[in-house]
């Protein structure tokens, strides 16, 4: 059964660090993994996805990196803004359905 | 935006009642997801609907239904309602099957007294 692990779980940092954020998954035949920002009491934006046979895609200020063997993908954001402050998911897809599993999310707050 | 739409935004319900939870699609999207998302966790997956036909569910009792309808719209029904069903509920649509992204809508916020 595919788990999926985001470390850490509340992330607080000043404006204009760097910082990266971690996502692992326990079954390594997946389609592709994608990160998601989620704004309070809001739905899912789809920041990046990185197909299987890839290993990493950026997105502006933001890069995610995939490594399939280990199980483990991270999102690198640059220069952190407030306006960056929001829920990250990570989210695995595998098997016959276009189905996600998804992290339990990593709660990022940028101090101006 | 998404072009991802739900109703209602909130909805409070008391334990034991029927609940319908509305999504609509974007034209030419065959394929739509629900996920229940508890508060301070990750969206599960409920059920996926392609073509109006169930095509995959998740680990949740029968009395989470769905429907799917030819123009693009969508329900999750959810009867004998209990506490834990409190969460805000996604729906998400793509154009078929294949390994895509999914686009999805604001959510509907369940509250179950």
């Known amino acids: 059964k595919q788990e999926v692990t985001q470390i850490p779980a509340a992330l607080s940092v000043p404006e204009g660090e760097n910082l990266v954020l971690n996502c692992s998954f326990t079954?390594?035949?997946?389609?592709?993994l994608q990160w998601f920002r989620q704004d309070p009491g809001k739905g899912l934006t789809s920041l990046l996805l990185?197909?299987?046979?890839?290993r990493e895609q950026t997105s502006g200020r933001l890069n995610a990196s995939l490594d399939k063997s280990s199980g483990r993908s991270t999102l690198y954001i640059a220069a952190s803004q407030p306006g960056d402050s929001a829920t990250y998911l990570c989210?695995?897809?595998?098997?016959?359905?276009?189905?996600?599993?998804f992290g339990t999310g990593t709660l990022l707050a940028v101090q101006p | 935006e998404t072009g991802v739409t739900q109703s209602p935004t909130h909805l409070i319900k008391t334990r034991g009642q029927q609940v319908t939870l509305r999504c609509s699609s974007q034209?030419?999207?065959?394929?739509v997801s629900w996920y229940q998302q508890a508060l301070g966790q990750g969206p599960q997956f409920i059920f996926q609907?392609?073509?109006?036909?169930?095509?995959g569910r998740g680990n949740f009792p029968p009395r989470f239904s769905g429907l799917q309808f030819p123009n693009y719209s969508s329900e999750l029904n959810v009867n004998a309602l209990e506490l834990d069903d409190s969460a805000l509920y996604l729906c998400?649509?793509?154009?078929?099957?294949?390994?895509?992204?999914?686009?999805f809508g604001p959510g509907t916020r369940l509250l179950v007294l």
């Open positions: 998400a649509s793509s154009p078929g099957l294949a390994v895509e992204t999914q686009y």
């Open positions: 079954d390594s035949a997946i389609y592709n």
């Open positions: 989210a695995v897809e595998g098997g016959a359905t276009n189905k996600l599993i």
């Open positions: 990185i197909q299987s046979s890839q």
């Open positions: 034209s030419g999207h065959n394929t």
């Open positions: 609907y392609y073509r109006e036909e169930e095509n």
